[in-house]
């Protein structure tokens, strides 16, 4: 299933500066019941966004009527513990198309760019300093430049890696599919002269 085109983002930003947010923080294991990728955003965080009585907790950045937008500016080591794909659903599916940290698992990272969203590693110094902004103004609004590989908000901007073949995906609105079926031509050519 292909997914809307990446290039630019300009958006407010959701700052959650706590470190080592493992996958279970993200999406609790008793909602992974579901198959297809749609309704997971719901339960996005859920045991931080509600208390037990299921009431929102006010103090949490996603109830804070102050923060919204498409990025979510998070702490080091974003993504870890198990490599569940619902993840990257879940924060998809509430609407985040980028998220920001110094540091990402790996097998987290990989399937944030397979669902479309965009894993941005910044340094440590960039990374405090983009979450001090945004909690003192929430209103900042934050650029990601998807085929310059840059992120910036105000007077500072950084650079970010990306893989070119997940580059050429999220540009495109590809899944692996996708990018199979856009080279039919250059397939049946090669098929062709050999």
Known sequence: MSKEKFTLLKSKAVPLPNENIDTDQIIPARFLKSTTREGFGDNLFRDWRYDSNNNPVHDFALNNPA??????VAGKNFGCGSSRE???WALYDYGFRVVVSSFFADIF????LNN????VVVSDSFLKRLLDTIQSNPETQVTVDLENQNISFDSHSENFDINAYKKICLTNGYDDIDYLLSLDKEIREFDLAH
């Open 67 to 72: 923060y919204s937008g498409k990025i979510l």
């Open 86 to 88: 619902h993840a990257a």
């Open 109 to 112: 990272k990989n399937n944030a």
């Open 116 to 119: 479309a969203v965009l894993p």
